[in-house]
């Protein structure tokens, strides 16, 4: 239009205000909100109505704000719409050769801010969708904290209800000791987590005996274990991440199980993997949970459960180059398969059976 200046107003939550976003040439003082009558807005929103400025002020025209009537230099109000909404206004100043807006005009600049208004609601788009994945970002790390600070308590509640028992004795009360320095390392490290803003990334991969991962594990519940199997395999993943994904096991399993009956942990070579079994004889799961349900976020059969330590486990299993799988049977019991990669032994062991308990 060869128009000497424009200004750019979008639209705020009250449909009849505009507030100003940006100018192009422009001089002076900027209006910094425009408010238009409902009529105006109504037919800019409906037939992409453009105003002429000089002539609607000649006309004595009261729908305009007076910023833009004193506007000597003011040409063309152009709307921005886009699928019926009004998004925002352009203002364009005069070309050089003033003359009145015919209508190859009106088909240009409607054109043109059909264009404009999509370029707007385009950024809008992307910058809400940035937005929400932060947000789901940060809600999905807070879910696994939150996960994790209840497993953390309900080892610390385990204990407390057994020192009602067992106070007296020396042993359980190094054990509780243990447990509780233990517990509280793991919930200053959750909230280092939370400080970082970000979640927490696989540590080096090393090899390790698995049963060492086992042995720190068993050593924190408060429930009947056995270890089985050979605990000199090797593994060589992220140590910290192999425990807690056996941690979410060990705990979804005793909770799914009666008190007193015993979870078993088995351990075994697989090839150039190693497998580490997690089996309870508790309620199971069904077919159609385990397919459509198990490793969706927030979906659980537990009351008060999160449903976020088996997608979570599974999560950290695949970044380590590992799989999860699961088997059960409703009325039967649950045995989740931890694979990891393997680096020979640290010496064969032969199978043991080793019950634990507070």
């Not at 992409?48 to 609607?56: E, F, L, R, S």
């Not at 540590?203 to 274990?225: M, R």
Request: aromatic residues 6%; hydrophobic residues 45%.
């Amino acid at each position: 239009t060869e128009s000497e200046f424009g200004g750019l107003w979008q639209a705020s939550e009250e449909s009849e205000r505009f507030r100003w976003s940006g100018g192009w040439n422009w001089k002076g003082e900027t209006p910094g909100e425009l408010t238009l009558g409902s009529e105006l807005v109504g037919r800019m929103r409906t037939r992409n109505w453009i105003v002429d400025v000089p002539q609607a002020g000649a006309a004595g025209a009261e729908h305009l704000p007076e910023c833009l009537l004193k506007e000597p230099n003011a040409w063309a109000l152009v709307p921005l719409v886009h699928f019926g909404e009004l998004l925002g206004l352009v203002l364009l100043g005069r070309p050089p050769v003033m003359r009145p807006l015919d209508w190859e005009d009106f088909d240009m600049l409607r054109a043109a801010g059909r264009q404009v208004a999509s370029t707007i609601a385009e950024e809008r788009g992307r910058r809400a969708l940035e937005e929400a994945r932060r947000f789901d970002e940060f809600n999905r790390r807070f879910a696994f904290v939150m996960h994790d600070i209840k497993n953390l308590v309900s080892q610390i509640a385990l204990v407390a209800r057994n020192a009602e028992r067992h106070a007296d004795n020396p042993e359980f009360r190094a054990d509780m000791i243990l447990t509780l320095r233990e517990s509280t390392e793991k919930m200053n490290r959750l909230l280092a987590r939370l400080a970082r803003q970000e979640e927490a990334a696989l540590g080096p991969a090393a090899p390790f005996a698995i049963g060492e991962a086992v042995a720190a594990v068993v050593s924190n519940v408060a429930h009947p274990l056995l270890t089985e199997g050979d605990s000199g395999a090797v593994v060589v993943a992220d140590r910290a991440k192999v425990e807690q994904i056996i941690g979410h096991l060990v705990q979804n399993a005793v909770e799914a199980s009666r008190e007193g009956t015993p979870v078993v942990i088995r351990a075994a070579r697989e090839d150039s993997a190693v497998l580490v079994a997690v089996i309870d004889r508790g309620c199971g799961m069904s077919a159609d949970f385990i397919r459509n349900e198990l490793y969706r976020p927030f979906a659980s059969t537990k009351t008060g459960g999160f449903g976020i330590g088996a997608y979570e486990a599974r999560e950290l299993a695949r970044a380590m180059a590992g799989s999860l799988e699961v088997e059960s049977a409703q009325g039967k019991g649950t045995c989740f398969m931890l694979r990891l990669p393997g680096a020979g032994a640290v010496g064969r062991q032969p199978a043991t059976n080793r019950e634990e308990a507070a």
